[in-house]
């Protein structure tokens, strides 16, 4: 049975349909892909320098805060 999120028509499928057509959350996901393709590119490589390594980590942690806002975008939508 598909989720309610996922039916057209539903009263949950309103406020997806409005999130993807927000600029702002449009622009977060975006963000959001190209970080993790930077961060599939660092995890492929055998090893990395330590300034690789760092940015693998700001990577990390700048990935996760799109990610939070784009949660408190998709929460603010639901209300």
Known sequence: MA???DVPGSS?????ARLQIDPAYQELTR?????K??????A????LTDAQH?????????KLAIKDRIAA?????QR
């Open 73 to 77: 975008l998709s929460a603010a939508q």
């Open 3 to 5: 989720n309610t999120h």
């Open 54 to 62: 760092q940015e693998e980590l700001t990577l990390k942690k700048k």
């Open 44 to 47: 492929a490589m055998v090893h």
């Open 37 to 42: 393709e930077r961060l599939r590119a660092f």
């Open 12 to 16: 949950a499928a309103a406020p997806a």
């Open 31 to 35: 963000e959001h892909n190209l970080l």
